[in-house]
Protein backbone atom coordinates (compact mmCIF):
# COMPACT_ATOMS: atom_id res chain seq x y z
CA UNK A 1 0.00 0.00 0.00
CA UNK A 2 1.71 3.23 -1.07
CA UNK A 3 -1.47 5.74 0.60
CA UNK A 4 0.96 7.14 3.39
CA UNK A 5 5.09 6.99 2.23
CA UNK A 6 7.81 7.84 4.55
CA UNK A 7 11.30 8.56 3.86
CA UNK A 8 14.22 7.43 5.09
CA UNK A 9 13.07 3.58 6.03
CA UNK A 10 15.75 3.92 8.29
CA UNK A 11 18.42 6.55 9.41
CA UNK A 12 21.91 6.45 11.86
CA UNK A 13 22.90 10.14 13.59
CA UNK A 14 24.94 11.39 15.99
CA UNK A 15 23.27 13.57 18.87
CA UNK A 16 24.52 16.84 17.47
CA UNK A 17 23.47 16.09 13.47
CA UNK A 18 20.45 17.71 12.22
CA UNK A 19 18.01 15.73 10.11
CA UNK A 20 14.26 15.50 8.76
CA UNK A 21 11.66 12.89 8.41
CA UNK A 22 9.72 13.13 5.70
CA UNK A 23 6.25 11.90 5.10
CA UNK A 24 3.71 12.48 2.01
CA UNK A 25 -0.39 10.70 2.28
CA UNK A 26 -1.62 10.43 -1.63
CA UNK A 27 -5.33 9.78 0.52
CA UNK A 28 -6.51 12.96 0.31
CA UNK A 29 -6.75 13.17 4.17
CA UNK A 30 -7.07 16.40 6.15
CA UNK A 31 -4.84 15.24 9.28
CA UNK A 32 -1.53 14.05 9.80
CA UNK A 33 0.43 12.40 12.75
CA UNK A 34 3.28 11.94 13.78
CA UNK A 35 3.88 8.82 16.55
CA UNK A 36 6.82 7.05 18.42
CA UNK A 37 6.97 3.63 19.33
CA UNK A 38 10.07 2.67 21.35
CA UNK A 39 10.96 -1.61 21.08
CA UNK A 40 8.18 -3.37 22.81
CA UNK A 41 6.44 -0.01 23.74
CA UNK A 42 3.09 1.42 22.69
CA UNK A 43 2.15 4.23 20.62
CA UNK A 44 3.37 7.63 21.83
CA UNK A 45 1.37 10.36 19.64
CA UNK A 46 3.94 13.41 19.49
CA UNK A 47 1.76 15.59 16.94
CA UNK A 48 -1.44 16.24 15.45
CA UNK A 49 -2.01 18.53 12.38
CA UNK A 50 -5.38 19.26 10.75
CA UNK A 51 -5.42 21.02 7.44
CA UNK A 52 -2.17 21.82 7.92
CA UNK A 53 -2.38 23.50 11.08
CA UNK A 54 -1.29 21.82 14.32
CA UNK A 55 -3.96 21.01 16.83
CA UNK A 56 -1.60 19.09 19.21
CA UNK A 57 1.95 19.05 21.31
CA UNK A 58 1.64 16.14 23.25
CA UNK A 59 4.71 17.73 25.24
CA UNK A 60 7.01 16.42 22.94
CA UNK A 61 11.05 18.44 23.76
CA UNK A 62 11.71 21.17 21.24
CA UNK A 63 14.81 18.58 19.56
CA UNK A 64 11.54 17.68 17.42
CA UNK A 65 10.41 20.00 15.57
CA UNK A 66 7.06 19.22 12.72
CA UNK A 67 6.68 20.99 9.84
CA UNK A 68 3.59 21.01 7.70
CA UNK A 69 3.44 22.41 4.60
CA UNK A 70 0.19 21.20 3.26
CA UNK A 71 -2.40 18.81 4.41
CA UNK A 72 -0.14 16.12 1.96
CA UNK A 73 2.94 16.42 3.29
CA UNK A 74 4.29 16.07 6.96
CA UNK A 75 8.18 16.85 8.19
CA UNK A 76 10.00 16.19 11.58
CA UNK A 77 13.16 18.11 11.86
CA UNK A 78 15.20 16.38 14.62
CA UNK A 79 18.28 18.11 16.56
CA UNK A 80 19.87 17.52 19.02
CA UNK A 81 18.61 13.91 19.76
CA UNK A 82 19.53 11.80 22.86
CA UNK A 83 19.97 8.32 22.74
CA UNK A 84 16.54 7.89 24.10
CA UNK A 85 15.21 9.03 20.96
CA UNK A 86 16.16 5.73 19.00
CA UNK A 87 12.87 4.31 17.88
CA UNK A 88 10.66 3.75 15.08
CA UNK A 89 8.88 6.87 14.04
CA UNK A 90 5.55 6.58 12.62
CA UNK A 91 3.62 9.05 10.43
CA UNK A 92 -0.09 8.66 9.81
CA UNK A 93 -3.07 10.28 8.37
CA UNK A 94 -6.90 9.77 8.38
CA UNK A 95 -9.87 12.14 6.92
CA UNK A 96 -10.33 14.05 9.74
CA UNK A 97 -8.81 14.23 13.52
CA UNK A 98 -11.39 13.47 15.61
CA UNK A 99 -11.20 9.88 15.76
CA UNK A 100 -14.26 8.92 13.38
CA UNK A 101 -12.20 7.32 10.95
CA UNK A 102 -9.36 5.22 11.19
CA UNK A 103 -5.79 6.72 10.50
CA UNK A 104 -3.38 5.14 7.85
CA UNK A 105 0.22 4.60 8.49
CA UNK A 106 3.04 4.92 6.51
CA UNK A 107 5.63 2.18 6.96
CA UNK A 108 8.21 4.19 9.39
CA UNK A 109 11.72 5.47 9.73
CA UNK A 110 13.13 3.46 12.09
CA UNK A 111 15.72 5.95 13.94
CA UNK A 112 18.83 5.10 15.58
CA UNK A 113 21.06 7.75 17.94
CA UNK A 114 24.86 6.92 18.39
CA UNK B 1 -7.87 3.61 34.65
CA UNK B 2 -6.31 3.45 31.20
CA UNK B 3 -8.33 5.02 28.59
CA UNK B 4 -8.07 1.76 26.54
CA UNK B 5 -7.05 -1.22 28.14
CA UNK B 6 -5.79 -5.02 26.89
CA UNK B 7 -4.00 -8.03 27.84
CA UNK B 8 -0.81 -7.71 27.10
CA UNK B 9 -0.51 -11.55 26.61
CA UNK B 10 1.02 -13.40 24.82
CA UNK B 11 -1.45 -15.79 23.93
CA UNK B 12 0.44 -19.29 22.80
CA UNK B 13 -2.71 -20.88 20.61
CA UNK B 14 -1.72 -24.06 18.10
CA UNK B 15 -2.99 -23.87 14.17
CA UNK B 16 -6.21 -24.15 13.86
CA UNK B 17 -7.51 -22.85 17.34
CA UNK B 18 -10.03 -19.99 18.03
CA UNK B 19 -8.74 -17.11 20.44
CA UNK B 20 -10.40 -14.38 21.76
CA UNK B 21 -8.83 -10.85 22.64
CA UNK B 22 -10.75 -7.93 24.84
CA UNK B 23 -10.37 -4.46 25.25
CA UNK B 24 -11.94 -2.02 28.01
CA UNK B 25 -12.30 1.08 27.34
CA UNK B 26 -13.04 4.49 29.97
CA UNK B 27 -14.79 7.04 27.79
CA UNK B 28 -18.82 6.03 27.79
CA UNK B 29 -19.14 8.72 25.01
CA UNK B 30 -16.74 6.93 22.19
CA UNK B 31 -18.02 6.37 19.03
CA UNK B 32 -15.83 4.56 16.87
CA UNK B 33 -14.24 1.39 17.26
CA UNK B 34 -11.05 -0.38 15.85
CA UNK B 35 -8.98 -3.13 15.35
CA UNK B 36 -5.18 -2.72 14.26
CA UNK B 37 -2.37 -6.07 13.30
CA UNK B 38 0.86 -4.69 14.17
CA UNK B 39 3.60 -7.57 13.00
CA UNK B 40 7.09 -6.87 14.66
CA UNK B 41 9.31 -3.89 13.46
CA UNK B 42 6.35 -2.92 11.19
CA UNK B 43 3.82 -0.40 11.28
CA UNK B 44 0.16 -0.84 12.14
CA UNK B 45 -2.72 -1.78 9.39
CA UNK B 46 -6.15 -1.75 10.04
CA UNK B 47 -8.39 -4.85 10.39
CA UNK B 48 -10.99 -3.97 10.84
CA UNK B 49 -13.80 -1.82 12.25
CA UNK B 50 -16.36 -2.53 14.62
CA UNK B 51 -19.70 -1.64 14.59
CA UNK B 52 -22.59 -1.32 16.73
CA UNK B 53 -24.20 -4.98 15.54
CA UNK B 54 -20.80 -6.87 15.42
CA UNK B 55 -18.99 -7.28 12.22
CA UNK B 56 -17.49 -10.70 10.60
CA UNK B 57 -14.82 -10.33 8.06
CA UNK B 58 -13.85 -13.96 6.89
CA UNK B 59 -12.39 -15.67 10.06
CA UNK B 60 -12.63 -12.41 11.88
CA UNK B 61 -15.09 -11.49 14.46
CA UNK B 62 -15.70 -8.30 16.23
CA UNK B 63 -18.14 -7.58 18.55
CA UNK B 64 -19.04 -4.23 20.81
CA UNK B 65 -20.87 -4.29 23.91
CA UNK B 66 -21.33 -0.40 24.92
CA UNK B 67 -23.09 -1.65 28.55
CA UNK B 68 -19.81 -2.76 29.54
CA UNK B 69 -17.18 -0.64 27.55
CA UNK B 70 -15.38 -3.46 25.50
CA UNK B 71 -14.73 -4.48 22.47
CA UNK B 72 -13.55 -7.78 21.15
CA UNK B 73 -11.89 -9.47 18.58
CA UNK B 74 -12.63 -13.60 17.67
CA UNK B 75 -9.86 -15.06 15.43
CA UNK B 76 -10.97 -18.76 14.11
CA UNK B 77 -8.84 -21.42 12.47
CA UNK B 78 -6.00 -19.52 14.01
CA UNK B 79 -3.06 -19.55 11.12
CA UNK B 80 0.57 -19.33 11.76
CA UNK B 81 1.04 -15.50 10.21
CA UNK B 82 -2.05 -14.43 12.23
CA UNK B 83 1.08 -14.32 14.77
CA UNK B 84 1.04 -10.59 15.38
CA UNK B 85 0.31 -7.41 18.07
CA UNK B 86 -3.75 -6.64 17.75
CA UNK B 87 -4.01 -3.35 19.18
CA UNK B 88 -7.78 -1.55 20.51
CA UNK B 89 -8.29 1.78 18.73
CA UNK B 90 -10.89 3.49 20.22
CA UNK B 91 -12.25 7.20 19.71
CA UNK B 92 -12.71 9.26 22.71
CA UNK B 93 -11.64 13.24 23.76
CA UNK B 94 -11.73 14.11 19.77
CA UNK B 95 -9.14 11.70 18.87
CA UNK B 96 -8.20 8.19 18.48
CA UNK B 97 -6.76 6.27 21.43
CA UNK B 98 -4.39 3.20 20.75
CA UNK B 99 -4.30 0.24 23.05
CA UNK B 100 -1.08 -1.40 24.19
CA UNK B 101 -1.66 -4.08 21.92
CA UNK B 102 -2.39 -7.98 22.44
CA UNK B 103 0.74 -10.26 21.28
CA UNK B 104 -0.72 -13.41 19.73
CA UNK B 105 1.93 -16.38 18.62
CA UNK B 106 0.55 -19.25 16.51
CA UNK B 107 2.38 -22.27 16.83
CA UNK B 108 2.31 -25.56 14.78
Known amino acids: ETGVTQTPRHLVMGMTNKKSLKCEQHLGHNAMYWYKQSAKKPLELMFVYNFKEQTENNSVPSRFSPECPNSSHLFLHLHTLQPEDSALYLCASSQDPGGDQPQHFGDGTRLSIL | RKEVEQDPGPFNVPEGATVAFNCTYSNSASQSFFWYRQDCRKEPKLLMS???SGNEDGRFTAQLNRASQYISLLIRDSKLSDSATYLC?????????FGAGTRLAVHP
Open chain 2, 50 to 52: VYS
Open chain 2, 89 to 97: VVNGYNKLI
